[in-house]
């Protein structure tokens, strides 16, 4: 699949699995890279500029014994932007499908 | 390419771009590693997996445009300009609410005065008391009215001090923030219970302060009924 075209997709997905619980970056690359065809190494500059644009913030936890992790987790803005962007996909999704399906015509 | 070759080619490629916190970046990639070494892989299986380090520096390049120093002067000339615009129309708009509220009390008041048929310093001349109270029912309604705009102006006020905060952060950032919704998410049941209070007052003010003036004027057997009654003079 086309890179450009995967990447707008992958920023959704990435505030979809935060919206749910705060991950650590190598987390989200595994899943996303498991389920999606993309290399292990694309999804942290998509952090990185999620983060820039105030949409997810960072923090480090020292849970379960293990080394200190850098957490991610979404900003207020980030929800606000998840919940829009959300609503755009799915709108969108729906009208592909029912064209691929000729439902218009 | 094993771990060592990868990282040191890697971080080059973000010192030759000009990447910000490059040490941060990195220690990302350090972090894949030994998260990848403990579940079982080769450092060369990690490492083909993560991808060109070249092509992966290039995708951090591609950071805000405000670090040029022209850009970030226009930035904050246009932030200033924009101030001075928020702050001019930030002052009418309190002032309207000040003016508003400030009204409605007084409105208010003199409703209660006349209603209750508390004369203070004199200020009424003898009317008949039914037009007393329809006159004080109808400003105390005007005053319900008046307050209720207030209501309104002031959380659309509130509301617009957000949006300006964003669209300001927008203008620094250079990026994709997400604008604010320029109506103030006050909830159905609230919207409607001031729109409705608003609505019902401003009627209520009217139809009594029309009876009222109906009832005066045929008392006193002239449309013009203040002249009989000496006010205004």
């Known amino acids: 699949m086309n890179v450009q075209y995967k990447k707008g997709v992958l920023e959704l997905c990435v505030l979809a699995m935060l919206s749910r619980a705060d991950r650590y970056g190598y987390e989200i690359s595994e899943t996303l890279s498991e389920t999606i065809d993309i290399s292990d190494g694309a999804v942290y500059p998509i952090l990185r500029k999620l983060k820039s644009d105030g949409l997810v913030r960072t923090y480090i936890s020292e849970d379960s014994g293990g080394p200190p992790r850098k957490y991610y987790s979404l900003t207020r803005t980030g929800a606000e932007e998840y919940e829009r962007a959300r609503g755009d996909w799915l709108d969108f999704a729906a009208a592909v499908e029912s064209i691929i399906k000729g439902e218009n015509r | 390419?094993?771990?060592?070759?990868?990282?040191?080619?890697?971080?080059?490629?973000?010192?030759?771009?000009?990447?910000?916190?490059?040490?941060?970046?990195?220690?990302?990639?350090?972090?894949?590693?030994?998260?990848?070494?403990?579940?079982?892989?080769?450092?060369?299986?990690?490492?083909?997996?993560?991808?060109?380090?070249?092509?992966?520096?290039?995708?951090?390049?591609?950071?805000?445009?405000?670090?040029?120093?022209?850009?970030?002067?226009?930035?904050?000339?246009?932030?200033?300009?924009?101030?001075?615009?928020?702050?001019?129309?930030?002052?009418?708009?309190?002032?309207?609410?000040?003016?508003?509220?400030?009204?409605?009390?007084?409105?208010?008041?003199?409703?209660?005065?006349?209603?209750?048929?508390?004369?203070?310093?004199?200020?009424?001349?003898?009317?008949?008391?039914?037009?007393?109270?329809?006159?004080?029912?109808?400003?105390?309604?005007?005053?319900?009215?008046?307050?209720?705009?207030?209501?309104?102006?002031?959380?659309?006020?509130?509301?617009?001090?957000?949006?300006?905060?964003?669209?300001?952060?927008?203008?620094?950032?250079?990026?994709s923030l997400p604008e604010k919704s320029a109506h103030p998410a006050l909830g159905r049941p609230l919207t409607m219970t001031l729109s409705l209070t608003a609505m019902i007052s401003l009627a209520a003010f009217g139809v009594l302060f029309i009876v009222s003036f109906v009832i005066l004027a045929l008392h006193e057997g002239n449309i013009a009924f203040w002249q009989n009654l000496g006010w205004f003079n």
């Not at chain 2, 002032?95 to 209750?116: E, K, N, P």
Request: aromatic share 14%; glycine share 6%; net charge negative.
């Open chain 2, 1 to 175: 390419m094993n771990k060592q070759e990868f990282m040191e080619l890697f971080s080059s490629e973000l010192e030759t771009l000009g990447v910000e916190d490059r040490a941060d970046i990195i220690a990302e990639y350090e972090n894949h590693f030994a998260f990848r070494l403990a579940d079982g892989y080769t450092e060369e299986e990690i490492a083909a997996r993560l991808g060109d380090p070249k092509l992966l520096a290039l995708q951090f390049d591609s950071e805000p445009p405000e670090r040029s120093a022209p850009r970030r002067i226009a930035a904050c000339f246009i932030a200033a300009l924009s101030d001075v615009l928020a702050l001019v129309l930030g002052a009418v708009l309190t002032a309207w609410i000040v003016v508003m509220g400030a009204i409605s009390v007084a409105s208010v008041t003199l409703g209660f005065c006349l209603a209750l048929n508390v004369n203070v310093f004199d200020l009424f001349t003898e009317v008949p008391y039914v037009n007393c109270l329809l006159f004080g029912l109808s400003f105390i309604f005007f005053g319900i009215f008046g307050a209720s705009c207030s209501v309104f102006c002031t959380m659309y006020a509130l509301q617009w001090v957000r949006v300006y905060r964003r669209a300001r952060a927008r203008i620094f950032s250079g990026s």
